[in-house]
């Protein structure tokens, strides 16, 4: 389930749409899966791995035989859930700009004269094929 779909998704095409929740399907994170890695991976920094914080993954891995990242994990187990809320909101967002600037939506404004039945230019006032004035 995708509970981070961006509001300027609201434009999109089913197309569009169908793309958005393929790549956020693909890379998303679990929270509970975040959970678990801190709870008994965490010595190891697997959490941080896990949302792409790779420095703080090698700085637990490092220290591990100390203990302290161990203790450190079972702390940020509680905050799992909401950092992989956050991290998935800006994968959400990154997606839908990436998609923007790979399909732009062209609005096409555009609607028939009332004289002489040319397309013409929605905000026009005058027909530019028969010069009559355009009603609104
Ligand atoms: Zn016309």
Redesign the pocket.
């Known amino acids: 389930m995708i509970a981070t779909t961006p509001l300027l998704a609201a434009g999109w095409n089913d197309q569009q749409r169908a793309a958005f929740q393929a790549q956020m399907s693909a890379w998303q994170k679990d929270e509970v899966v975040g959970v678990l890695f801190a709870l008994f991976l965490g010595t190891f920094g697997a959490h941080h791995f896990y949302l792409r914080r790779t420095g703080l993954g090698i700085l637990y891995c490092c220290f591990f035989w100390t203990g302290l990242p161990t203790l450190v994990s079972m702390i940020e187990a509680f905050f799992m859930p909401e950092r992989v809320r956050e991290y998935n909101a800006q994968l959400a967002a990154y997606i839908a700009a990436q998609m923007g600037t790979v399909t732009p939506a062209v609005a096409v404004y555009s609607r028939a004269?009332?004289?002489?039945?040319?397309t013409?230019n929605a905000d026009a006032n005058f027909?530019?094929?028969?010069?009559?004035k355009i009603t609104k």
């Open positions: 004269c009332p004289a002489c039945g040319s013409i027909c530019s094929i028969c010069g009559s």
